[in-house]
T-cell receptor
Framework: GAVVSQHPSRVICKSGTSVKIECRSL??????MFWYRQFPKQSLMLMAT?????????EQGVEKDKFLINHASLTLSTLTVTSAHPEDSSFYIC????????????FGEGSRLTVL | EDQVTQSPEALRLQEGESSSLNCSYT??????LFWYRQDPGKGPEFLFT???AGEEKEKERLKATLTKKESFLHITAPKPEDSATYLC????????????FGIGTKLQVIP
């Protein structure tokens, strides 16, 4: 199997606070994980590529100081939205890639962030 | 610029009414085309990978095909539980692992 677990599934926070979202590959090791953001009626937008043991690669226009990504082990990557504001409210989805199967991404359940 | 375009944006079918979803792409150096299913409020679920023109993959009522310009996801005799958004994605050559997604086709199958 290829199960990716994402937590929390829903989070509501006050403006100015930070929120951490975890992404775990449960039954395989993932040297590479990806973080996406999805707005209603829009495609998945890649935010950053997370590589175990090294700095994440951010897509153009994504603030690395606002969206902190840590990939400390082969099964866990975290996304921290720092000093969240209402415009950060969105659906965040992580995915993990099995070694040797590039492009076959296995996704977590997603995290709905609402910033008040 | 690499682009992935899916059509139609939305499709409504009667149960048992077969149809096809389209994914056209303009990329330099395709390294793989992927189909995913996404239910509301959930992460995408992997369906198929296609690597070369002429390739076909099947899973239950779904069949994916690939040409040099587009891919089709054929749905045969759909059931209400097939209702979902179907996403197409491509990976291009160049050593970078980025996968680009289309906007998806929202399929509704009516009993």
């Amino acid at each position: 199997g290829a199960v990716v677990s994402q937590h929390p599934s829903r989070v509501i926070c006050k403006s100015g606070t930070s929120v951490k979202i975890e992404c775990r590959s449960l039954d395989f090791q993932a040297t590479t994980m990806f973080w996406y953001r999805q707005f209603p009626k829009q495609s998945l937008m890649l935010m950053a590529t997370s590589n175990e043991g090294s700095k994440a690669t951010y897509e153009q226009g994504v603030e690395k100081d606002k969206f902190l990504i840590n990939h400390a082990s082969l099964t866990l990557s975290t996304l921290t939205v720092t000093s969240a504001h209402p415009e950060d409210s969105s659906f965040y989805i992580c995915s993990a890639q099995k070694t040797g199967l590039p492009g076959e991404l296995f996704f977590g359940e997603g995290s709905r962030l609402t910033v008040l | 610029e690499d682009q992935v375009t899916q059509s139609p944006e939305a499709l409504r079918l009667q149960e048992g009414e077969s149809s096809s979803l389209n994914c056209s792409y303009t990329v330099s150096g395709l390294r793989g085309l992927f189909w995913y299913r996404q239910d509301p409020g959930k992460g995408p679920e992997f369906l198929f990978t296609l690597y070369s023109a002429g390739e076909e993959k099947e899973k239950e009522r779904l069949k994916a095909t690939l040409t040099k310009k587009e891919s089709f996801l054929h749905i045969t005799a759909p059931k209400p539980e097939d209702s979902a958004t179907y996403l197409c994605a491509v990976r291009i050559s160049g050593g970078y692992q980025k996968v680009t997604f289309g906007i998806g086709t929202k399929l509704q199958v009516i009993p």
